[in-house]
């Protein structure tokens, strides 16, 4: 279990980031943090890999102290893609990139050639095997940035804004994956904007503003409540809003063409 206990963090300026956080996200869960910019969600997960060290108040994994391991000890099994690409890569290759954790955490020559295979094709990079990560376009920076962390297979996945740049393709593909690394018994955490793609996801929601965590609940629950979606600047999922406009009681399904078939059915 991931667990702050009364976590506030002020930047050096003086500025409260994080004001009196209490939250626990439990093992083998998928969490989404969700909330408008500057609400400190980035900020609070940065606490979890111990980039960052809570002013006051603990962060503590499985009962450990965050601030009792250095960053390097914490990466072994908290892996984090950023938001931004480019605040991420650094190797020469895609192929150095990608394998520089898997050889820096130590991992034997059969797991390193298995994991490396298994990212470079589920992400389609095998042509960019060769470039410079830094040549790359938005969209395939974040996709090395991703299979460089998925590559050592850590046991908590941290993922700010993964969607972005992708297309609906991609963003199957790390749907699936994302719902396989939850069946593996992982711990994964999503800061995303985009509503459709958590909609589909259907994790835990925590919402926030101003540093606070206002809410958490499941997916339905918290983005039908649209006085809090209103609260923390976030927009509802498209087919929420369908099917309240067309007052339809049945259960909101969580794929596209299922949904058209509900409305279809309105005509029968």
Request: glycine fraction near 6%; charged fraction near 25%.
């Amino acid at each position: 279990m991931i667990k702050f206990d009364n976590v506030r963090y002020n930047h050096p300026d003086g500025t409260n980031a994080l004001d009196n956080i209490s939250l626990d996200i439990p093992e083998e869960s998928i969490t989404a943090i969700v909330g408008n910019n500057g609400a400190g969600k980035t900020t609070l997960v940065k606490h979890i890999n111990g980039l960052l060290k809570p002013s006051t108040g603990t962060v503590s994994i499985k009962n450990e102290d965050t601030r009792n391991s250095s960053v390097a000890e914490l990466s072994r099994n908290v892996g984090m893609v950023f938001q931004n690409a480019n605040h991420q890569l650094f190797a020469d290759t895609v192929k150095n990139e990608i394998l520089f954790g898997l050889n820096n955490f130590g991992f034997n020559e059969e797991f390193i050639r298995e994991r490396y295979e298994f990212v470079i094709e589920l992400f389609k990079l095998r042509k960019y095997e060769d470039i410079s990560p830094l040549k790359l376009s938005g969209g395939e920076k974040k996709r090395v940035c991703l299979a460089s962390v998925l590559a050592w297979n850590p046991e908590i996945l941290i993922l700010d804004e993964p969607t972005v740049g992708q297309d609906e393709l991609q963003k199957t593909v790390l749907l699936k994956f994302i719902n396989q690394l939850h069946s593996n018994k992982k711990t994964v955490i999503v800061i995303s904007h985009d509503i459709e793609f958590l909609w589909r996801l259907q994790p835990n929601i925590v919402t926030m503003s101003d540093g606070k965590i206002i809410e958490i609940g499941n997916s339905e629950s918290i983005f039908k409540n649209q006085e809090l979606m209103e609260q923390v600047g976030i927009i509802p999922p498209q087919i929420i809003k369908i099917f309240e406009g067309l007052k339809i009681k049945d259960e909101i399904p969580l794929s596209f063409e299922e949904s058209c078939k509900v409305i279809k059915n309105l005509r029968n």
